[in-house]
């Protein structure tokens, strides 16, 4: 096949080739216009490690490791609670519940860091 035939192929089928198109953006844009708009928000946050002033550096760090892994639990619980969900749908305005809102929030520690992933 050459690129003549390819053409003469083409001009045979004009009528075809625009009729698909057209159904073709009219699908898509009947999809894009109709779908529920989806919204995501993500933070990271990392807790501040403290240590009391009269240790050795040592114990302070291994302190201070610990009191954040802590810190992290607690945000998680803090995050998903109902004193936070509550607040938060009633300022946005939203139609969930708080069930169904902590469903959609996701708090995480990033795997061997003392980091928290909010979304």
């Known amino acids: ?4 035939d390819l053409f003469r192929a083409i001009k045979l089928h004009w009528i ?3 009729i698909l198109f ?26 501040k ?11 302070s760090s291994s302190a201070a490791a ?3 892994a802590a810190q992290l639990a ?10 936070v969900l509550q607040p938060t749908i009633d300022n946005l ?3 969930e519940t708080v069930p169904q809102l902590r469903k959609l929030v996701v708090a995480e520690n990033v795997t061997g860091t003392t980091l928290l992933d909010i979304t």
Do not use: C, K, R
Request: aromatic share 6%.
């Open 16 to 18: 075809l080739e625009i």
């Open 49 to 59: 490690a403290t240590a009391s002033a009269d240790a050795s550096t040592a114990q």
């Open 22 to 47: 057209v159904v073709t953006v009219g699908a898509v844009a009947g999809f894009t216009f109709t779908a529920t708009p989806m919204y995501s928000a993500q933070i990271q946050l990392m807790p």
């Open 66 to 68: 610990s009191s954040a």
């Open 93 to 95: 305005g939203l139609h």
């Open 1 to 4: 096949m050459t690129v003549a």
């Open 74 to 83: 607690n945000y998680i619980e803090v995050v998903q609670s109902d004193a």
